[in-house]
């Protein structure tokens, strides 16, 4: 499973962040998210920026901080700590770009 995650203005348009319209997180990240953010990313669907931005703020947080309680993540079947922490990066970004935008995630 694929989600693709984009921020969409009020009009429907989405918005581009360096020439894409979507960011493109896979299965293992995806498992790896709902562990930091506390559910898929299938539920984020249709929510605003302003709600999403502190979870993601606060899982990066917690990544940071408590990176030896996440390693089991990295043994091979989930992503990189290194590769999550640059999703919540991009995620947090774009939140920061686009503060009145509504989440669209595709899956």
Known sequence: MIYSIGFKQKTGQMY?????KYMYVDEENGVFLKEL???YPSRWDCRSVSYMHPIFDYALRNLLENRKGYEYFSNG???SLE???IILNELIERCEA???AVMEVDW
Do not use: H, T
């Open 37 to 39: 953010c506390g559910e």
């Open 83 to 85: 590769e999550i922490q």
């Open 98 to 100: 686009f503060p009145d």
């Open 16 to 20: 581009e962040y360096n020439g894409q």
């Open 77 to 79: 079947k989930f992503s």
